[in-house]
């Protein structure tokens, strides 16, 4: 049994209001919960929000009922894991012990059907604790990601002994994106935080990665969006 999970709180400092916020017809938090609800191996969807206006749009499309959120959750420091956790005892109460909770950011809302497939796949062959979308990262802290010394002088974040002069020569890192996450049940029941575990990435192409967390995030995804609507992918 796969549990598809959104969470998406009432507030947001960058782009007040923005989880139900209209994006080409429909408000922004409908971009996931449609792939939730047309994929044929979710079995149940839920919502954690402490809006009770998206609650509501959320039974209404056919969600468990779990109640708000708790108010120690509600807030902007609030740990995703610990959102994560809550949701997943409050469905299982209802449904019994799940075999993967598939978390989707609502922020995200240009992934395609496919990154969901590519992400339970991946999950079910591989047995991690956890799949995380990710992108290659454009910066890299052991070529061109800078720090200042005591001095005010730049340095290298991350320099390494034989020196890199060239982006091919570092190695490679990621940037952590909310496309997908498939986590084991098992795992989040126990563990503390996201990377207690083994957490292995699925790469997605960075122009799907993109979050909002501002204005100028939602201008971009609303254009990449009509794009993608143009383009026969939406």
Not at 29 to 55: G, K, M, N, P
Not at 125 to 151: G, H, I, W
Request: glycine share 8%.
């Amino acid at each position: 049994m796969i549990i598809g999970h959104i969470g998406a709180r009432a507030g947001s400092k960058g782009v007040p209001g923005k989880n139900f916020r209209m994006l080409h017809g429909k408000p922004l938090i409908d971009w996931s919960l449609d792939q939730l609800f047309a994929s044929d191996r979710v079995d149940h969807v839920v919502v954690s929000t402490d809006s009770e206006e998206i609650y509501a749009h959320a039974l209404q499309r056919g969600c468990l009922d779990i109640g708000l959120r708790p108010a120690e959750l509600a807030t902007d420091t609030a740990a995703k894991w610990h959102v994560w956790q809550h949701a997943l005892g409050e469905v299982e109460k209802q449904t019994g012990q799940a075999d993967a909770f598939l978390d989707l950011d609502c922020t995200s809302p240009l992934r395609l059907p496919e990154d969901i497939v590519a992400g339970l796949d991946l999950f079910a062959s591989a047995a991690p604790d956890m799949v995380m979308s990710c992108c290659e990262s454009r910066k890299n802290p052991y070529f061109n990601m800078l720090e200042t010394d005591a001095q005010g002088g730049l340095h290298v974040s991350k320099p390494l002994p034989h020196g890199v002069v060239a982006r091919q020569q570092a190695p490679m890192v990621y940037d952590h994106v909310g496309l997908v996450y498939v986590v084991k049940p098992a795992y989040l029941r126990s563990a503390k935080s996201l990377f207690d575990g083994h957490v292995i990435p699925l790469i997605v192409p960075n122009e799907r990665g993109l979050d909002v967390d501002s204005p100028f995030d939602w201008e971009v995804i609303d254009f990449l969006m009509g794009r993608q609507i143009a383009q026969g992918l939406r």
